[in-house]
């Protein structure tokens, strides 16, 4: 990695160099998509159509590499220094592991996490005859079964599921633009990934109808072997600079629903001297009057 450690001797290299810079924004997760020694046509087709969906942030690697990642990782974090990627996709195929993948994830171009899966069943992009979502298109993301919720190995799949094809952080969302959804259900030990086209149809108000119709690719997949970062090593990645963390506000709260609630802390007033309204019942009596001026008022004598 030495190529790496130089320092720049053009502009060109000096501005690469920044962009790989840490930041406290950091660009959209890229994904680098590798092919094993032995790869069967299934892995291949498994690849490019997830390839398809993950474009442009993601980098297909064409040749076949011989590497094992369980048992041997510095293949891998070279190729993610290289192509600038934190998340990987490694499809291999043998008689012990038949149509096999490992998806995974990087920190500081190491390995943190790493499940591998089987496939049982794959209907790619090309079989269903159906429109496709364009290029970039953002996924709608929906876990269904009670393992994503309970079992270990099960909430880092979803954590890792979602930071592959989340795409990038946007500040709004337009009805037109949630056109695509990618449906995951664990049921019986198995993982079903199916993905759907949203189309929005008249319903006589303002609000449209909702149609799904199902647009490709679809796996059928099973869990193998796991390597899942150590608690201390995963809450160091979750670690937020300090930039990024909201500034406290003295005497300001909000509560469940959003509302903001401030305290204005003033000097004792006098009451006494608060001027109201002026009203027939806010009027002061005579006998008050009277009252305040230390006794009765005497009587003015009629002029002659």
């Known amino acids: 990695f030495n190529l790496f450690c130089r320092k720049p001797k053009t502009k060109r290299a000096k501005r690469f160099l920044e962009k790989r810079e840490p930041k406290l924004n950091e660009n959209t997760k890229n994904a680098m998509l590798i092919k094993g020694g032995n790869a069967n046509l299934t892995v291949t087709g498994v690849l490019k159509d997830i390839y398809a969906v993950k474009k442009p942030f993601a980098v297909l690697y064409k040749r076949k590499n011989i590497t094992r990642p ?95 094809f989340r795409g990038p952080t946007v500040p709004s969302i337009r009805l037109a633009g949630l056109e695509y959804v990618l449906h995951f259900t664990a049921v019986d030990g198995k993982i079903y990934m199916r993905s759907y086209k949203v189309l929005l149809k008249k319903s006589g108000c303002k609000i449209p109808r909702i149609d799904l119709e199902e647009m490709g690719p679809s796996l059928d997949l099973v ?46 007033q006098d009451l006494s001297k608060l001027h109201t309204r ?27």
């Open 70 to 164: 369980f048992e041997d990782q510095t293949s891998l974090e070279f190729f993610s220094r290289k192509s600038d990627c934190s998340l990987f996709l490694f499809g291999s195929h043998n008689k012990k592991r038949p149509n096999n993948l490992i998806i995974g994830r990087m920190f500081d171009y190491h390995v943190l996490d790493m499940i591998e899966l089987g496939i049982e069943k794959f209907v790619s992009l090309k079989e269903i005859k159906s429109s496709k979502c364009p290029e970039g298109t953002k996924p709608m993301l929906i876990f269904a079964g009670d393992m994503f919720d309970v079992n270990e190995e099960y909430k880092r799949l979803k954590s890792l599921l979602i930071d592959f």
């Open 223 to 268: 869990m193998r072997r796991t390597h899942l970062a150590s608690d201390d090593l995963y809450k160091l990645s979750l670690k937020q600079p300090k930039g990024l963390k909201p500034k406290k506000k003295k005497n300001i709260s909000r509560d469940v629903f959003g509302t903001t609630y401030g305290q204005i802390h003033m000097q004792k």
């Open 278 to 304: 002026k009203m027939k019942g806010l009027r002061k009596r005579r006998a008050e009057k009277s009252a305040e001026d230390g006794g009765a008022t005497p009587k003015m004598p009629k002029s002659a």
